[in-house]
Every structure is written in structure tokens, then in C-alpha cells.
């Protein structure tokens, strides 16, 4: 009896410190649900959702703050996706954060630019590249079309363009949508 | 697949199982070849167009720079477009630059792209050919460079840069080298009256490209019953006296000419998805592209003309022909009579595999190996289709040995995931489980629209993970711009509190010597 008790206790006592030790030395520091609620947001940095980029509203889903239907950018796939990893069900886009738009990018005007960089300093991607007092372009490859360069422009000469698939870009449609069958005459 | 673990190819024996036909591929379907009507007439190279029309987008890889402008004079052979790392384009005839512009391609999509408009002067003017002299001798780095100038890419139909293909080869230690004859889709015949009527060119091609491999040996393979091909290709390596090179016949099983099917039915080996053939030492080129091979290396002619099959029941006088580069579709059906009365649909490629094509306007490409003229009794009325009964007819015949209706369903309702899990890429579109569906779900198209729905999302997470960096970029250097600033602050308070108090000490300091200067004063004025 006293020696099964010793050993259970003796093995607690072990098990304990392990766990004591572990649980300080091989602490977290981040939380890992904030990290994968921001791999599921499209990146776009448009602030539509309400918090300023993508990772602060991870960081807001995750403590409550906000609901997954705020984020246009990522569509009826993306709120599914957030539905999925919380275990929540899912919900139709909140109208107030916006509708979802085919993927854009905006473009310098280079007449039109005055090169006052207000559009550079907008830019939450870093995409705009252009000093003051000279031409401003953007990196179309890294544009995200967040459109947050827009308001800032003092002239107007940012305009937004659909990005066109090319021959190398083209892609199959959906079965069903175009009739992929030429008729002749 | 992990790549590392297949780098040594094992050395495969090969001399008993070749064309022994114990070995055989998973699924595949009989068809009706109808390949006859199209190989009753030798093959001709049809009259000069007026306009020849050359894309910039002929391989596998991005679209060529043209080095041509309009105006300018090219020669025949004389090379127009160039993208590193995809393969040459060359002018197909001697004349005169009309334009560069967006025109009809053979595309499945039916968008026009980027080509190079030349009409022919009637000259014929070659450009100075350089080939490769004493090629039995030559270093393989030679033949390869050669192949790649002269704008070779596979002619089966995937059109990939060909020294990329041997540079790989090179680099893996390849020992057999499969020569693929075995043109599997109906109707198609232009590799079979290219083995019958250019043999020895293929073999020489065999030979090349045997030399820059550094090869042991090489198999032809071709159908079971093209009897004219193997007594002409036989005869051709006799000819040669090549003794590493053979001739094997393989079982007409749709699709065996597909490069994984047939390296299956050559030596039982399957090569490992997401693998390459090399991975097993093995390289597979086709026919024709051996052909050409032959005449890069040995007499220096650029890729500018192919054969190909035009055929169906909506052709009147279906043939085979060689063509330049360039030529319009149009005006090779002229050549052989036109098209008949009840003619509704032009695929490019066969009936399998091929795509329709809304105009005849676009021109023969590297790629191209069949104009399929279809009439209205040819093609099946479209059947309504109806939901899957999971009969598993599909997973039976496909040869990628994969599951079409779970990849259906899965598609259909968006779980990439599982795509991606349950093999989508591994599916080679030949249409067999199309071909036996009861239910007639497009079910090649569902997997078409799969694969670039995959690819877009790949290119997705790509921006979402570069935008993710450089947002935290970003944020990381405006936080450590305003810890600068507020540092900078707290400097100058602290250098404006030190001056302040600085100030005020000498302010003390005046007032009390001004102080004591007064009672000085004040004291020498008392006197």
C-alpha cells in the first residue's frame, strides 16, 4: 500500500516538474489561432473589413471583436473558410464592409501625376514606387487593389483597370457557363 | 513524390520485355482508328500561301520577343523570335515583314495572340545553313545547343522546348531512349506517313539524339497494325546498321501514345507522379521530332515545316501534308478540295484529345498534328446530362489509374484539397471516362476547368504571401521610423531642457553680477 503510494506520488511529482519546466520553456509566444485566421485572409491590406490590414483583423476575430462576414476582398470561399477553422457557421457578407468585386489594379496616370507621394505613403504593400517632385508607377505584380491610393490622390490620376488574361493566363471555364463549341457559319 | 530518392535511375532490363506485351497500362478504350482515308495519297508540301501568319506562342513557356520589324526582309530559316527559355521561331519562308500583330491562333481558348504577318517573296532564299559537321563526333553540348537553336520542341503535341528535354536527359543518365510512333488517336496519321515515308531521316534523328543522350539504346515504337511503317523503318535501321536501335510493336489501346501509357507498356515501369520519365533513366521524343533532329543537326534547316493529318468525313479529299509553319488552315483544306456539304465543327488535334476551333483562319503551328473536319452526322446530338449513378465505368478506363467521379464531385463543390489529394494533376485529359460516361458529364472539361482553377489558386496564395511580407515590411519600418522620431524628440527636449537650464544659470549669473555691480554702485554713489 505505502510503497504504491510513494511510487504514484513520486511519478506525479516527476510528471509535474516535466510538465512545469515545459510549460515555461517551451511556451507559445504567439497565438497560433491569429496566425491561421490570417492565412485564410486574402492579404489585400484594403482595410474594408474595418481594422487597419489583414493581421489586425485576425487578431480582432480572434479576441471576439469581430464577426468573419467582414472582409469582401475574400468572398462567400474565404467566410467559409474562417467558418471552418472556428467551427462557426457560415454567414452572409456584412453589405456594410462592401460587395465582392473581380480582382483589380490601379495605375499611375504618368500625365496626370504631380509626384507628391501621398499615394506612396498610402500604399499599405509598399507597391508604389516614385520620389518627390517626380513620377510615381506601380508594381502592377504587387498591387493588391486595396484602392486605398485612391482618396489621397490631390489630381485624380489613379485610375483602377481590370487585370485582362492573356493567351498564357487563360483559363478553362466552368462546364456549363460559355459553350466552349464552335459552330461553323 | 520525394525527388531525391529518385535521382539514380535503376537500370531497367529491357531486351526481353520490349514488345513482349506482358506488360500493359491500367483502363484505356478499342477505337476506331479511321486513320486509312487519310494515308491514300503520298504527302505533298502544298502550294505557297499568300500570307504566312507565324505565332509567338508556339512551346510550352511564355511568348517569343520578336526580332523582326515590319518592313524588313527575312530569309527562309532566318530566326524571328526568340524567348530564353523556351525554343526559337523561325521565319518559314524568304519575304517581307507585313505586320506584327494580335491574330487568330489555334488556342483552345479562340483568342487571337501575338504573330509575326510574312508574305512570301516566291524566291525561297535560305538563310546560310550551319550544320553541325562530322556529328558522329561532336560533343553532346553541341547537338543540344544546335537543337536549341534551330527551334526544335515536341511534335507529338505538348510542343516543350526539345533541349530542355535532352538537357535533363544529360543530366540524369538516361539509358533508353523511346522514340514514340504509336500515335494513339483516331484519325490521326501524319507520325505514321512520316515512318513510312522519311525512315531513314527518322533513324538518323535516333541516331543524334542517341549520341547526345549518351544512350544505350533506342526503341521505336509504333502500332500494332501499321505493317508499312515497320517494314519501312526495319529496312531504314538495317540500312543503318545500327544494332542498338529496334523496332517494337505495341498493343492499339487508346491511349497508348500517351508518354507515361506507353513507357507502361514498354517495361511495366510507371513512372512516379509529379516525376519525369527520366527519373526512371527513360526519354521518350517523338517520331517526328527525331525527324527534325535529323535535319537541325545534320544539314542545319530550323523547325519550319510539319506534317499533318487533315481528315474527317467534312473534308472531300482527306490527305496528309507538309506544311510550313504559317500556312492558314484555310488554305490547306483548299488544297485538298475543300470542305464537303455537311461539315459543322473543326477540332484541332483528334477526337479525344482535341479542341474545336471557331475559325480556319488561324495558321499551322509546331504543335498542330490534325485539322479534323466533323460534320453534323459525326457528332453525337448533346445528350442531357444526368447525375452521376457511381458506376465506376470511369475509374475502369482511365489510365491514370485515378477516380473521375470522386474528382467531379470534388470539383464540382470546391474541396481543392481533395483535388489536389485524390491526383487532378496526374490526369492527362486523354477523355476515356468521358468517352464511357452513361450519365454524359463533361467530365475532361470539369478537370480542364479544375487544373486552372488549381493554378489560379496557386498564384493566389503566391500574391497573398508576397502582400503579407511586405505589409509586415512596412509595418516593421514605420514603427521603427516613429521609435526614431520619438527618440529624436526626447533628444531635443532633453537638449532644450539642458539649454533652458543653461540659459537660466547664466541668466542667474548676470542678474546677480548686475546685482552686485549695483551695490557696487550704489555704495560708490552713497560716497
Known sequence: MLISVLALTALGSVFGLGLGWAAIRLRVQADPLIEHIDALLPQTQCGQCGYPGCRPYAEAISNGEADINQCPPGGEAGIRALADLLGREPLPLNPENGEVTPKTVVVVDEQRCIGCTLCIQACPVDAIVGAAKLMHTVIEAECTGCNLCLPPCPVDCIDIVELETDILHWRSPRPGETQNVAVLR | ?527
Open chain 2, 1 to 527: 513524390m520525394n525527388r531525391a530518392t529518385l535521382k539514380k535511375p535503376q537500370p531497367v532490363e529491357l531486351a526481353h520485355e520490349a514488345g513482349s506485351r506482358s506488360h500493359h497500362f491500367h483502363g484505356g478504350l478499342r477505337l476506331r482508328h479511321n486513320k486509312t482515308i487519310s494515308c491514300l495519297d503520298p504527302v505533298v508540301r502544298p502550294p505557297l500561301p499568300e500570307l504566312l501568319v507565324v505565332p509567338l506562342l508556339q512551346h510550352a513557356g511564355d511568348v517569343a520577343e520578336p526580332f523582326v520589324r515590319v518592313g524588313e526582309r527575312v530569309l527562309k530559316g532566318q530566326q524571328i523570335g526568340q524567348c530564353q527559355p523556351c525554343a526559337a521561331i523561325h521565319s518559314p519562308v524568304s519575304g517581307r515583314v507585313e505586320a506584327l500583330e494580335n491574330r487568330p491562333m489555334s488556342h483552345p481558348s479562340g483568342q487571337p495572340g501575338p504573330c509575326v504577318v510574312i508574305r512570301p517573296d516566291g524566291l525561297e532564299r535560305w538563310v546560310e545553313l550551319k550544320p553541325v559537321r562530322l556529328w558522329e563526333n561532336a560533343s553532346p553540348e553541341t547537338l543540344i545547343a544546335k537543337i536549341r537553336d534551330c527551334g526544335l520542341a515536341g511534335l507529338g503535341g505538348a510542343v516543350f522546348p526539345t533541349h530542355a528535354k535532352m538537357r535533363d536527359g544529360r543530366n540524369r543518365k538516361i539509358h533508353t531512349l523511346i522514340l514514340n510512333g504509336s500515335e494513339c488517336e483516331p484519325y490521326i496519321s501524319c507520325d505514321e506517313m512520316l515512318m513510312r515515308e522519311q525512315a531513314d531521316k527518322i533513324i538518323l534523328g535516333a541516331r543524334v539524339l542517341r549520341r547526345a543522350l549518351g544512350a544505350e539504346r533506342v526503341l521505336i515504337a509504333i502500332g500494332d497494325p501499321m505493317e508499312a511503317v515497320q517494314k519501312a523503318l526495319t529496312r531504314s535501321v538495317k540500312l543503318a546498321e545500327c544494332k542498338s536501335i529496334s523496332v517494337v510493336k505495341v498493343t492499339p489501346i487508346y491511349p497508348e501514345g500517351g508518354e507515361r501509357q506507353l513507357i507502361q507498356a514498354l517495361t511495366g515501369l510507371e513512372v512516379p507522379a509529379g516525376g519525369r520519365p527520366s527519373d526512371l533513366g527513360l526519354i521518350c521524343q517523338n517520331v517526328a521530332t527525331a525527324a527534325a533532329v535529323a535535319d537541325a543537326v545534320v544539314e542545319g534547316r530550323p523547325l519550319i515545316e510539319r506534317y499533318i493529318t487533315l481528315t474527317g468525313n467534312g473534308i472531300s479529299h482527306p490527305r496528309n501534308f507538309q506544311a510550313l509553319l504559317g500556312t492558314p488552315y484555310s488554305h490547306l483544306v483548299a488544297a485538298c478540295g475543300g470542305y464537303t456539304n455537311g461539315v459543322a465543327r473543326l477540332v484541332i488535334g483528334g477526337p479525344m484529345m482535341g479542341y474545336s476551333i471557331a475559325s480556319d483562319e488561324a495558321p499551322v503551328v509546331k504543335a498542330s498534328n490534325c485539322l479534323l473536319a466533323l460534320t453534323r452526322s459525326d457528332i453525337a446530338d448533346p445528350q442531357p446530362e444526368m447525375p452521376c449513378i457511381r458506376c465506376g465505368e470511369c475509374a475502369r478506363v482511365c489510365p491514370a489509374m485515378l477516380l473521375p467521379q470522386q474528382l467531379h464531385l470534388q470539383i464540382r463543390t470546391g474541396l481543392w484539397d481533395q483535388v489536389q489529394e485524390y491526383g487532378l494533376s496526374a490526369c492527362i485529359e486523354c477523355g476515356c471516362c468521358d468517352y464511357v460516361c452513361p450519365s454524359h458529364i463533361p467530365l475532361v472539361e470539369w478537370f480542364r476547368y479544375g487544373k486552372g482553377e488549381q493554378r489560379k489558386r496557386a498564384l493566389e496564395i503566391e500574391a497573398s504571401e508576397l502582400a503579407r511580407r511586405r505589409f509586415e515590411g512596412r509595418e516593421t519600418r514605420l514603427l521603427r521610423l516613429q521609435q526614431e522620431q520619438l527618440e529624436k524628440m526626447t533628444r531635443k527636449k532633453h537638449a532644450l531642457k539642458d539649454k533652458a537650464q543653461r540659459d537660466s544659470r547664466i541668466r542667474d549669473s548676470i542678474a546677480r553680477a548686475e546685482s552686485r555691480h549695483g551695490e557696487t554702485g550704489g555704495s560708490a554713489d552713497d560716497t
